[in-house]
């Protein structure tokens, strides 16, 4: 039997399958399929997702940002109440070689980890944000800056849909780091389903890993209902 080089998750799958039993090129060719498929992202997309996606700089720190609306010459950034609010003055906006600052900020009326950042001028392209509740399963992408390092790109899957302190959580396995709270956890098509806002470390009994969540967007109240601070 010929073997050739496959690179990376699917070469393990191809590679254990084999061992269990004789192969041929079509199974090996099948066995790569699902996974391609599920971690590939459109040139098309990743593109619109930097457009899209900021870095928050503050007095005290980093984060990120998603573009969401603009209008009448000003642009909205969605990005994480505790990125937002977590130095003094206002938060400046980095995208594309640009900076703006931050004209107003709003508040979730709910009191979610959320705010909307308010600047003058076109910041980026406005996210698509998803409508709907997706399936545990299908693939993600999360797009920010994870220590200043912009438009950093991860993938993962949606572990589970979770409810904590009155927010639907979606949870994924995609690598999170310091800088990625307020940036977006994509669907692979480029739709936004989420803010990323926290991972878990440790529990009361061990280490974790692998455990990130995002507040949900698919029931963004209107601008109007949001807090000015």
């Known amino acids: 039997m010929k073997w050739k080089k496959i690179k990376g998750v699917a070469a393990t799958m191809v590679a254990v399958a084999a061992f269990l039993s004789p192969m041929k090129k079509q199974d090996v060719l099948k066995a790569q399929a699902p996974i391609v498929e599920m971690c590939y992202i459109r040139e098309s997309v990743v593109e619109r997702l930097k457009s899209s996606t900021v870095l928050v700089r503050t007095t005290r720190g980093y984060g990120s940002g998603v573009v969401i609306k603009v209008a009448n010459g000003r642009s909205y950034i969605l990005t994480n109440k505790h990125v937002a609010l977590s130095g003094e003055g206002r938060p400046v906006i980095f995208n594309e070689g640009r900076f703006f600052i931050t004209r107003n900020i709003y508040l979730h009326p709910a009191g979610l980890d959320l705010a909307i950042l308010e600047v003058d001028g076109y910041v980026g392209k406005p996210a698509e944000i998803a409508r709907y509740t997706p399936r545990v399963g299908v693939p993600v992408v999360v797009v920010g800056s994870p220590l200043r390092m912009e438009d950093s790109f991860t993938t993962g899957i949606v572990s589970g849909i979770r409810v904590r302190n009155g927010a639907q959580l979606l949870q994924t396995d995609a690598a999170v780091n310091p800088g990625n ?28 890993e692998g455990v990130a969540f995002g507040i949900m967007v698919n029931n963004l109240p209107p601008l109007h209902r949001w807090v000015q601070q």
């Not at 936004?192 to 440790?202: G, S």
């Open 181 to 208: 709270s307020g940036g977006g956890i994509f669907t692979k098509e480029g739709k936004l389903l989420a803010i990323t806002t926290f991972k878990l470390l440790r529990t009361p009994l061990d280490d974790a």
